[in-house]
């Protein structure tokens, strides 16, 4: 037998290469036991040290647990491609201001992409797109191909900021892909501190220098909004104009004759502060446009980041009001640190500036000697120091933050640099490392189960030859296991129900080809060739039905989103090993079996 | 030992009873869907969802009122058997700021039974939109898959039965879905993602058990010289009877350990599959072949097979 001893090289090859595949995780598991059984911490850690390089390279090709079993979070990110088009755009008026709203809308609820929503509004409407982008002689085909261009950029450059930031805060495997034309999947196993890790990945990191105005202007600006507002309320109570939405409502709801100084407290000494109940209603009207119309030429309102306490025990937000264009921005950015600062306990980040940078700061600390310059990040000032002389070193310092660990993060945020444009969060999912214990022994137990079971009943109905199927079913697993360790996919709880269910169907090819057997030697055949028969008639039964389960799992995959992948791929694992181990490794056995004589009519039950 | 010996049921005699019955279950199904909907979850139309176990027995109510005087809006529910609560808002923003309001409110008043937040879901509504076409396309592109597979390796009316049998099998476990959803509390019958997979695995479950018993219809008609397509047929599906209740007992038996053992997260996924399998198997026997013949009956024209 020939093609058997071929075969018989192929099983035990395959079962070598999934057991050596496998190793590095049993190392893994034995390593944690071993390091549970120590007694001291100091044990513990000489232990560690002792063993470092072999646990490192175990940990790594071990076989991974999906974030659902270890716990940790996985988020989708959004990078708004409609805010760097805004950005992009020149010459704005209410026409692009009506068109950009109707993209937003139209791809708010989708995974659409931007650029093409973009292109059909405007064809729409037929104006030319070179009234806002790039030059007037583009034609709108340059156009598009230049903002196509553009959108794909910033997901990528997005995408590598993210994994810098990600690293930087030093996660372990962390998995980050891109998603369509505009998300991003995070995955980030074991991570437990959720807010730090959402704050890091949201920020844009967008550092900007801007000059303070002086307090006049910002208390006449407060008194100009103050009147608007009141003003917009009387025309309000007419009943045929549908409630203010939002945060509008809450003051149209109040009908004070001062809505703006109920929201916001003035000092006498003209001092501004916001309390920390309106500071999301102030953020979302000084962004208002028709607020922004009341301020001076190229100015802005914006909140400290850091609130501080009253008397009463209540926490309160600096106001100011600042020149719109940035006199730098945070590209020049080359080094940051998070340090203490010359009081030991307040944390600060220093940062250098690159010699292009340099150079202007030394010329803007220069001109502005004696005013304010706001140190501003993702549109919340951190401080607003007096310059006192010019600083020629191309040096800066953030102060204004709440702990050490804040002052890391923008540590590493401001290293990865700056987002392309805002990253919104539109998915996360949380698993604490408590469920994750619990799933592993819930999936394994009945994964355990099943397996018993089946492996009991197929040698109870099929004797000798159910045992043939038992040890291609514990091959079959062993082969699945192996291939998600080999290809470092992570398993799941839904990749444990697939591994489960490919244990019945793993069942499925060799019952067809025992009934098939038991059907030959009911018709007096003798045993080899019923069983060959056996074999080759049932093939293209377990073919047909075996790859068009392999297709819904192909497609399974191609569509799914997350755990549905790890699903879908143990399932197509899990139906490519049991085509092999029915066809081949049970048909080895029972050629083995019979060319000794020990297959009999019996056998099959 | 042997369960099914050689049978000789007459399937085919049948049939217009089984399509009736087929019918009816569908029907329902559809009527449901229509005045009572499914039960989606947060996949489907966002949302957040905070899953939470406390250390001791707590009642839904006590953790309820309890959550809805802090302001938490939202149907709380018991979430599996083990002291589990879930909790379902359509609380956007910042999941740090709700998840602090619920621990303070629970830390707060019921002191003496400490809680732990397992798990936090949240899911835009963007997502869930694309989440409801991915799972369309895959069930369209599953089935325009598989009539060209099953046309390719048998005959046109054979893919087009498969089809039908699917649908049928697809549409009467989301029927049951629809009618069985949010009463008990042991299974929600939740619509998310692991259902949706678990569809697509019904789809590919009953297109094996349909191709199992027409690849011996194939066989019976190459062998034997006669046309009476009845008998064949009926031969056909009494060979694989063994076969089909088998591997469909085997396999029920897996998905009963994962149903009842593995946890309430996939407890959904697995109780569609679990119908899925019974309905495929019953559908394998009395839709699929027989629509088959009906075909054929219909046109008068010989079945002509390819592959083998």
């Known amino acids: ?605 | 030992m042997q369960l099914i010996h050689k049978t000789n049921v007459d399937f085919l005699k049948n049939r217009k009873i089984a399509y009736v019955i087929s019918l009816t279950l569908m029907l329902a199904g559809v009527l449901s869907l229509f005045v009572k909907g499914l039960n989606f979850g947060i996949d489907f139309k966002g949302g957040t969802e905070v899953v939470l176990r406390f250390e001791e027995e707590v009642t839904v109510g006590e953790v309820r009122s309890v959550l809805k005087e802090a302001g938490v809006e939202g149907a709380v529910k018991r979430y599996g058997a083990d002291r589990s609560i879930l909790l379902q808002t359509a609380f956007e923003g910042n999941l740090n700021d709700l998840k602090s309001l619920v621990n303070n409110a629970l830390d707060d008043r019921i002191a003496d039974n400490p809680h732990e937040v397992l798990r936090i879901d949240s899911v835009g509504p963007s997502i869930a939109s694309d989440l409801k076409w991915a799972a369309l396309k895959a069930l369209l592109g599953a089935v325009i898959a598989i009539l060209i597979y099953v046309g390719i390796r048998f005959e046109f009316s054979f893919a087009v039965a498969s089809v039908m049998a699917i649908f049928h099998d697809v549409f009467i476990v989301l029927g049951l879905f629809s009618i069985f959803g949010g009463l008990f509390d042991y299974m929600p019958l939740v619509i998310d993602q692991g259902v949706i997979a678990a569809f697509l695995t019904i789809a590919g479950y009953s297109i094996n058990d349909t191709v199992v018993i027409y690849d011996r219809i194939r066989e019976n008609i190459r062998s034997g010289k006669s046309t009476e397509y009845t008998a064949t047929f009926n031969r056909s599906l009494n060979e694989t009877l063994s076969r089909t209740v088998i591997t469909s007992g085997t396999t029920l038996v897996v998905v009963l350990v994962l149903f009842f053992f593995a946890g309430p997260a996939i407890r959904g996924f697995t109780f569609a599959i679990l119908l899925g399998i019974v309905i495929g198997t019953y559908s394998s026997l009395f839709i699929a072949a027989p629509l088959v013949l009906d075909w054929q009956k219909k046109t008068k024209r010989p079945i002509k097979l390819r592959g083998g």
């Open chain 1, 1 to 605: 037998m020939k093609n058997n001893r071929f075969k018989s090289i192929l099983i035990v090859a395959l079962t070598a290469l999934a057991l050596w595949s496998l190793w590095p995780t049993y190392q893994d598991y034995s390593y944690s036991k071993q390091l549970d059984r120590q007694e001291t911490a100091e044990d513990s850690l000489s232990f560690v040290r002792d063993h470092r390089e072999s646990i490192e390279a175990a940990a790594e090709k071990s076989l991974k647990l999906g974030l659902d079993l270890r716990g940790g979070m996985y988020l989708v990110l959004e990078v708004d491609l409609i805010d760097l088009i805004e950005e992009k755009a020149w010459n704005k008026d209410d026409a692009f201001r009506r068109i950009i709203a109707d993209v937003r809308s139209k791809t708010a609820g989708s995974n659409a992409q931007v650029i093409e929503v973009l292109v059909s509004e405007f064809q729409k409407r037929s104006i030319r797109m070179s009234r806002y982008f790039y030059e007037v002689r583009d034609s709108d085909e340059e156009i598009i191909v230049k903002l196509r261009k553009e959108a794909q950029d910033a997901v990528v450059r997005a995408k590598e900021i993210i994994r810098n930031r990600v690293d930087q805060y030093g996660v372990a495997e962390p998995v980050i892909q891109s998603q369509g034309a505009r998300r991003i999947i995070v995955a980030l196993p074991g991570v437990s501190d959720e807010d730090r890790v959402r704050k890091l990945l949201r920020g844009s990191a967008k550092l900007e220098f801007k000059l303070v105005k002086d307090n006049e202007s910002l208390l006449e600006a407060l008194e100009r909004i103050n009147s608007s507002l009141a003003e917009n309320e009387v025309s309000k109570e007419n009943p045929d104009l549908p409630e203010g939405d939002g945060a509008e409502g809450e003051t149209v709801a109040e009908k004070s004759s001062n809505p703006l100084y109920d929201n916001i407290v003035v000092l006498e000494n003209g001092r501004v502060y916001a309390p920390d109940y309106s500071r999301e209603y102030l953020t979302g009207l000084f962004q208002r446009e028709s607020i922004q119309k009341l301020l001076p030429k190229d100015s802005e309102i914006r909140l400290s980041a850091r609130s501080i306490e009253g008397s009463d025990g209540a926490m309160f937000y600096d106001v100011y009001l600042l020149k719109k264009t940035p006199e730098l921005t945070g590209g020049v950015i080359t080094e940051a640190k998070a340090t203490f600062g010359a009081s030991a306990v307040q944390p600060e980040v220093t940062m250098k500036m690159n010699s292009d940078g340099t150079a202007k700061w030394a010329r803007i600390t220069g001109a502005n000697i004696g005013r304010r310059i706001a140190i501003v990040l993702d549109g919340a000032v951190y401080s607003a120091p007096v310059v006192e002389s010019k600083i020629p070193g191309g040096s800066s310092v953030i102060n204004g933050i709440d702990g050490i660990e804040e002052a890391q993060d923008l540590e590493i945020v401001l290293k990865a640099g700056a987002l392309p444009a805002p990253v919104r969060i539109i998915e996360e999912r949380t698993v604490g490392p408590t469920l994750g214990a619990d799933y592993i022994r819930s999936g394994l137990l009945s994964a355990a189960w099943g397996l018993f079971l089946v492996a009991v009943f197929m040698v109870f109905y099929y004797r000798k030859a159910g045992f043939s199927t038992d040890i291609a079913l514990v091959l079959n697993i062993l082969f699945v296991l192996s291939v998600l360790a080999g290809f470092s996919a992570a398993l799941s709880l839904p990749g444990i129900a697939g591994i489960v269910l490919t244990i019945g169907m793993a069942v499925d090819a060799n019952v067809l080809i025992f009934e098939r057997i038991r059907e030959e030697i009911a018709q007096g055949k003798n045993m080899r060739l019923a069983v060959d028969t056996g074999y080759s008639k049932a093939f293209s039964a377990i073919v047909d039905s075996q790859i068009t389960t392999l297709g819904a799992g192909f497609l399974l995959y191609i569509y799914g989103i997350g755990p549905i992948q790890g699903f879908a791929l143990t399932l197509m694992i899990g139906i490519a090993a049991s085509l092999f181990t029915a066809l081949v490794v049970t048909k080895v056995i029972f050629d083995l079996l019979i060319d000794r004589n020990l297959m009999t009519a019996k056998s099959f039950g």
